[in-house]
């Protein structure tokens, strides 16, 4: 079964910019979360998405935003690009939103944004 | 807020060797807590995943336990090869509503052979 895939796996952007990023989960997994990494804070949670919805939603500003397809395809856009969103940005696929439920979150490989 | 600290921040370990790497957190109302591996550049590879129901999980040389009351999990690793260098990460997922996982920054694992 393949895992969670990225695309694209590296963009340079300059700020002020826009970046859309692109996030295919697990085949039959219906939750998707999006991740920032950075070399100071580590991972921090974006949003979370549930059958085109969006269920959880994390500390960042309204540049920020995603969105989910029927066919559980999620999207991340950052608008108006300024230097410390520069980062890895990950994608995690659930089979379930429930988290009573044996919920393992798997991870793609990340899109390295550069903002020059 | 729950809080998520792991401590040592860098572990340096001959080949060979029995590992304890430790997870903390501040608020036991978690659903579970997960182990990942993260290679430098790379995506998170899952280890193991905890429910809050359960002490521990095993996967090959990895055991995982979890004592929820104590804020507390560790991962061992048994005898270490230095291919399992690598940045170590815990997270739970906490019973708050608005969140996901929240990770704590990790502890990077060095085997040397």
């Known amino acids: 079964k393949a895992g969670v895939t990225q695309t694209p796996r590296y963009l340079i952007k300059t700020r002020g910019q826009q970046v859309t990023l692109s996030c295919s989960p697990i085949?039959?997994?219906?939750?998707v979360s999006w991740y920032q990494q950075t070399p100071g804070q580590g991972l921090q949670f974006l949003f979370e998405?549930?059958?085109?919805?969006?269920?959880n939603k994390g500390n960042f500003p309204g540049r920020f935003s995603g969105r989910q397809f029927s066919n559980s395809r999620s999207e991340m856009n950052v608008s108006t690009l300024e230097l410390g969103d520069s980062a890895l940005y990950l994608c995690?696929?659930?089979?379930?939103?429930?988290?009573?439920?044996?919920?393992?979150?798997?991870f793609g490989p990340g899109t390295r944004l550069t903002v020059l | 807020k729950q809080e998520v600290t792991q401590i040592p921040a860098a572990l340096s370990v001959p080949e060979g060797e029995n590992l304890v790497l430790n997870c903390s957190f501040t608020?036991?109302?978690?659903?579970?807590l997960q182990w990942f591996r993260q290679d430098p550049g790379k995506g998170l590879t899952s280890l193991l995943l905890?429910?809050?129901?359960?002490r521990e999980q095993t996967s090959g040389r990895l055991n995982a336990s979890l004592d929820k009351s104590s804020g507390r999990s560790t991962l061992y690793i048994a005898a270490s090869q230095p291919g399992d260098s690598a940045t170590y990460l815990c997270?739970?997922?906490?019973?708050?509503?608005?969140?996901?996982?929240?990770f704590g920054k990790g502890t990077t694992l060095s085997v040397s052979s």
């Open positions: 995690a696929s659930s089979l379930y939103l429930d988290p009573l439920s044996y919920n393992e979150q798997f």
């Open positions: 085949s039959g997994h219906r939750s």
């Open positions: 998405y549930f059958s085109e919805t969006q269920r």
């Open positions: 608020d036991s109302a978690i659903y579970n």
């Open positions: 905890i429910q809050s129901s359960q």
């Open positions: 997270a739970v997922r906490p019973r708050e509503a608005g969140t996901a996982l929240i």
